[in-house]
């Protein structure tokens, strides 16, 4: 995807200020640390539009990044541990869901599992919540520059056990692998 315009629409945690525009869009889910941000940055081609860190909770609120002046990607907080509160993580826990549940323009979701580990019960929800609302899912098995080769099929079947069959892909922020394929899939839901 040849990006020409590129501008950070709105940032925010509640959906009355979410874009009116009648733009579709694809967001990127998954638990806290698990490289949302990262893909997003690879995606986009640049190094830290959407901020990162080592620490989990570093994504506050929903970011709606404008594209081409055609579709938004949509980076969210992440569930699971975060270095914040309870009640800011279960603040966190509704927007996601309500987004999920309710957003007319959310055309699909990029679901991150870290491909170094079993998916979490919570990922596991995540995927149930996603796949019940209907939405389009493609997960990404992240930080496969992390695990060797022979680790890749455990990987693909555990994840594969919950995905309903959503395609999946390995990705690395890395290396950039698997890019191509996120951004196949993306063009075709917007
Ligand atoms: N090796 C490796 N590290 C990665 C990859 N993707 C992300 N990371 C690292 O993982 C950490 C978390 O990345 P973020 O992109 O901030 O994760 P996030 O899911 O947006 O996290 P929150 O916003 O806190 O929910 C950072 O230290 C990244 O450098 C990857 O593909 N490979
Ligand atoms: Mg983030």
Redesign the pocket.
Known sequence: MKIRKLDIACKTLDPARFPRSPWAEVAVS??????????L?TLLGRKNI??????????RSVNFFAVNDRFYLV?L??YGY?KVSAELRGKWLDVIEGYVRAREALAGVVQ?VDARHPPSKDDEAMIGLLLGAGRPVCVAL?????IPRSGRTRALRDVERIAGGSPVVF????TGEGAKEIWKWIEERV
């Open positions: 998954g638990r806290s640390n698990v490289g949302k941000s990262s893909l940055n959407a901020r990162i860190s080592k620490d989990p909770g570093k994504t980076d907080p992440g975060a991150l992240t930080k496969a520059d992390k990705f690395s922020a890395r």
